[in-house]
C-alpha cells in the first residue's frame, strides 16, 4: 500500500505561481514514477508532469517552459513548481505514484487561478 500526501495549492491571479508537493509513504519498489495530473469540470483527467525515479521527465504541450517537476528520492517526494499560470491550468491537481505495486492516486487539490 502506498500512500500519497499533497500540498499546496490555493487561489492565485494569472501570470502567479503556485508550488504543488506530494510525498509518498508506504512499501513500494526503487523503480517507480511520480506524476501530476489534473481534472477541470466537465473534461478528462490528463497527465500534467511526471518523473521517473532517475529523474527523467515528461510534460504535457500545454505546461510545458512554465511547469518543472524535481524530486527528492531521499524524502519520497515530488514538486510541481507552476509559473506563469493561466486561468485554463484552473482544476483539481492528483498526484500520483506508479510502480509494479499498481497506481495509487492522492486525495487532489483545488487550484484555480483568476484572470
Known amino acids: 500500500q502506498v500512500q500519497l500526501m499533497e500540498s499546496g495549492g490555493g487561489l492565485v491571479q494569472a501570470g502567479e505561481s503556485l508550488r504543488l508537493s506530494c510525498t509518498a509513504s508506504?512499501?513500494?519498489?526503487?523503480?517507480?514514477?511520480m506524476d501530476w495530473h489534473r481534472q477541470s469540470p466537465g473534461k478528462q483527467r490528463e497527465l500534467v508532469a511526471r518523473?521517473?525515479?532517475?529523474?527523467?521527465?515528461n510534460y504535457a504541450a500545454s505546461v510545458k517552459g512554465r511547469f518543472t517537476i524535481s524530486r527528492d528520492s531521499a524524502k519520497n517526494t515530488a514538486v510541481l513548481q507552476m509559473t506563469s499560470l493561466k486561468p485554463e491550468d484552473t482544476a483539481v491537481y492528483y498526484c500520483?505514484?506508479?510502480?509494479?505495486?499498481?497506481?495509487?492516486w492522492g486525495q487532489g487539490i483545488q487550484v484555480t487561478v483568476s484572470s
Open positions: 500520483a505514484h506508479v510502480s509494479m505495486r499498481g497506481t495509487y
Open positions: 508506504g512499501n513500494f519498489p526503487p523503480l517507480n514514477v
Open positions: 518523473i521517473t525515479n532517475g529523474g527523467t521527465t
